[in-house]
Every structure is written in structure tokens, then in C-alpha cells.
């Protein structure tokens, strides 16, 4: 009977985002920009409108101002007594009158109607008008509110700001809005394979090295999630050089990412390196491809007497004192170093951490169901997150090759198919798939 110890069994995907989710106090630090560069950011107070949008009935159209009811029959003539533009206010309607007016023009008092132009012919220079079309009343107004009503909350605490939140939150005039801080977030890699771009030609490279793509997709997709990236470059596979890293790194940062080097390897420095300055947790998920993943959390220096033991209990995310808002502890994640693996973990474990760190109430993203218009013969015992294309004829592409190392085929596809653990796809079948648009926001 062999004595080695069996290995856990490997933690399905949901649960260790429950896990993460449940470690993502939001950090609490708010600050206020200008609306015009808040796109992206979370909210950190409701938008309450202090007006009513539009302020009062307006045209939806150019043409004619009238009473519904002073035009009983196509072909009417009525006498202009006014014309109205934009950003103009007219005098109440004449009884048997019509206003010329313009689109976003506020309507005069006693008109319930706008004829468009397009139904009207000008006679005796604009001073009468011929109405060629029964117009209805409401037809072509923009009713007074009908947008915005006042003390409406038109913008909600922990909403993740768009292009349109920003449109929205102008038009009930607020020129500031109060959002989460960015988080601070310290990137490194591990490995010395790893060569930057630039730093050695390709003609020159040695057979044992690589060039560093995951620092580059890495630190792009943190600035998308609106952090504060700490760029620390390339650590070496050096017990001491980790550690420093880790150390300095935990002073003035919220999280500390890192690609490379969670496996338990000899060259494998982060797990004890983490371990000697907080609390570490190894996962293996089933998920394909990114089954490596690590979490822990390390004490800031200044809030260090020692570094704490191996096994000590895990600290907690955040504590009272120093800074307000300002953790006394820096979260952990170690990503696998395999380039698609790391891609598809920060998108699917650490961008809802991140997102709830800055206090956003939603962090999933939406799946379609779409039609797959590929065979997948092959079940794997781990959930796949498979890459793949939608098609001109509104099915699914799959990519050729799905191994973990090709980044290409986290280019050419525009999404992820979620597919269960145990399962085959046959061309037709419907499955899950979730667009990188979403994502990569």
C-alpha cells in the first residue's frame, strides 16, 4: 500500500470564485473626477437628479406648432403667428394659429401638437401654412419629464460607469461624480527564462528563453478594470529575490499579481515566499486550461513585527487603523505561467475580484447561447473554456489548436464557450458562450 498522500480533489471553478468573492472587501477609498474621464469607473454614491429631463414639453421634429383640434381636416391653412428655436421660449398660442418651431424647441403654452414639415407647405412667404396630414395630439412632443423625472436616482452606487452613464449623469448637470479609488495593484513575473521585448533580439535569443508576453496582456487588462498598476517587472528564481519582491510589493498595494512560479517545483519560489511573509492557499481548479491558481494575503512591512509562520491563520482583508480606507494587508494571486492560462484566470477569477474591490454590485458576465458549428469528440474531466469565433451564418468557429500556449487563439477569438466537464459538442448543438467584448470592457 503506497504511502504517498493522495492529492485533493480539484475545486470546481464557482467555488473558488465564491472563495475569492467572499475575500474582496470593497476597500472603501473614494475619490471625485470630472464626468468626463469617470468611463469605467464604479460608483460610490447614487446620481439623484435634481430636474426633470426634458425640462418642459418640446419638439421632436421640425415643423408646426398647432392644436390638434384646429386642424379638422388635411389641406387647413392656418396663419403663423410665431416661429420658435431651440433654446428659445415662445408666447402662448393664438387660437386657430400655428408656431413654426424647431426640433428640441420648448412648445408654446396651448399647443398639443407638432406637424413635421415634411406634411406642411408654406404659403405667402411663411405667413400661412397648408397642413396636409390630420395630425393627433401628443404627436411629435417630447412630453416634459418623460426622460428623467426630479429626485429620480438615475445613476446607482456601484454601477460600473459607460459612455452613456456619463451622457446621463451631464444631463442632470453634475460636472464631478464620486467614484471608488482605483486599486493599487503590483505586477511582477517569475521565471528566468523570461526576456523583455527589445532587451535581445530574436536572432540572439538563447534556446531556453522566452519573451515575456503575460506582463503585457496582464498589465492592459488591470488598467481596463481602472487600476493602478505597479509594474516590478521580471523577479528571478531566487528564494530572496521573491521575497523582497513580495515584501515591498504588500507596502503600498492592495494586490499582488504575479504569473509563473505557483507550482511546488525546486525553481518554484512564490509558494514558500508567500507563505514566509502571510498566508497562502494553493488551488487546483477544474478548469481548462488554468488549473494552477493561488491566493493568500500578505501583512504590509510597517504592519509586521516578524514575518508570521508557516500555517498561521489567514489574515483577514482588511483592518482598522492606519490610512482610512487603506488595507494594513495586501491580497495575493498567483497565476500559472502558461500564457492562455493566465489569461483566462485574471478574466475569470481576477477581474470580478478586482471589480468588487472598487464596490461593484455586478460582476458577472452575461452568456449567449449560440449554435456550434464544430464536432468536439473528446470529453475532458475538467470544465473548458474553449476559444472561438462567431461566423457570418450565426454559428460558432473553434479554434484549431486549444493548447494553453498558444496566444494566438486568444486573439483570433471574439469569446470563451463554457463547456461542462464530461461532455461532447456536436455540430448544432447549442452551447454557452461568453463574448470577450464583455470581458475585455
Not at 504511502?3 to 485533493?8: A, E, G, L
Not at 418642459?56 to 403663423?80: H, K, Q
Not at 457570418?392 to 498558444?406: A, E, I, K
Not at 486568444?410 to 467584448?437: C, N, Q
Request: hydrophobic residues 45%; aromatic residues 4%; negative net charge.
Amino acid at each position: 500500500m503506497s504511502d504517498t498522500p493522495r492529492r485533493p480533489p480539484l475545486m470546481p471553478l464557482d467555488e473558488a470564485l465564491a472563495r475569492l468573492l467572499d475575500r474582496a472587501a470593497a476597500l472603501g477609498r473614494t475619490e471625485v473626477v470630472s464626468t468626463f474621464d469617470a468611463d469605467g469607473r464604479v460608483l460610490a454614491q447614487d446620481a439623484v437628479s435634481a430636474l426633470q429631463v426634458p425640462p418642459n414639453d418640446n419638439s421632436s421634429m421640425d415643423g408646426y406648432a398647432v392644436r390638434a383640434a384646429d386642424v379638422p381636416a388635411a389641406g387647413t391653412v392656418l396663419p403663423v403667428t410665431q416661429r420658435i428655436a431651440a433654446g428659445h421660449a415662445g408666447v402662448p398660442l393664438v387660437p386657430g394659429s400655428a408656431a413654426r418651431i424647431f426640433t428640441g424647441a420648448p412648445m408654446p403654452a396651448g399647443a398639443d401638437a407638432v406637424v413635421m414639415q415634411e406634411d406642411t407647405e408654406a404659403l405667402d412667404g411663411g405667413a400661412q401654412v397648408r397642413i396636409t396630414a390630420v395630425p393627433t395630439a401628443g404627436q411629435w412632443v417630447r412630453a416634459a419629464g418623460e426622460d428623467v423625472t426630479r429626485g429620480a436616482v438615475i445613476l446607482r452606487c456601484g454601477e460600473r460607469l459607460s459612455p452613456a452613464s456619463l451622457g446621463l449623469a451631464a444631463g442632470i448637470g453634475l460636472a464631478e461624480l464620486q467614484v471608488a479609488a482605483r486599486p493599487r495593484v503590483a505586477l511582477f513575473s517569475t521565471g528566468d527564462e523570461l526576456v523583455m521585448p527589445g532587451a535581445v533580439p530574436p536572432e540572439q535569443m538563447k534556446p531556453s528563453a522566452i519573451y515575456n508576453s503575460n506582463r503585457f496582456f496582464l498589465r492592459a487588462l488591470l488598467l481596463r478594470l481602472g487600476c493602478e498598476v505597479n509594474d516590478l517587472g521580471i523577479v528571478p528564481d531566487d528564494r530572496a529575490a521573491t521575497v523582497a519582491a513580495l515584501s515591498a510589493a504588500a507596502q503600498d498595494n492592495d494586490l499582488i499579481l504575479t504569473s509563473g512560479g505557483v507550482s511546488v517545483g525546486e525553481e518554484d519560489h512564490i509558494k514558500p515566499a508567500v507563505e514566509q511573509l502571510g498566508t497562502l492557499d494553493l488551488w487546483q481548479i477544474a478548469m481548462k486550461p488554468g488549473k494552477p491558481f493561488a491566493y493568500g494575503s500578505i501583512a504590509s512591512p510597517s504592519s509586521r513585527r516578524d514575518a508570521p509562520n508557516v500555517g498561521t491563520p489567514p489574515l483577514p482583508p482588511r483592518q482598522a487603523g492606519g490610512e482610512p480606507g487603506r488595507s494594513t494587508v495586501c491580497h495575493f494571486m498567483g497565476l500559472p505561467g502558461n500564457p492562455v492560462s493566465s489569461f483566462v484566470t485574471f478574466l475569470l477569477l481576477v477581474r470580478p475580484f478586482l471589480l468588487k474591490l472598487q464596490g461593484a454590485t455586478q460582476t458577472e458576465v452575461p452568456a449567449l447561447r449560440l449554435r456550434a458549428d464544430f464536432d468536439l469528440s473528446r470529453p475532458d474531466r475538467r470544465r473548458e473554456f474553449l476559444r472561438a469565433r462567431r461566423n457570418d451564418r450565426g454559428g460558432l468557429d473553434l479554434f484549431t489548436n486549444q493548447s494553453s500556449g498558444v496566444l494566438t487563439s486568444t486573439h483570433w477569438a471574439d469569446g470563451l464557450i463554457d463547456h461542462p466537464a464530461g461532455s461532447t459538442i456536436v455540430a448544432g448543438d447549442l452551447v454557452r458562450f461568453i463574448p470577450l467584448s464583455e470581458l475585455l470592457a
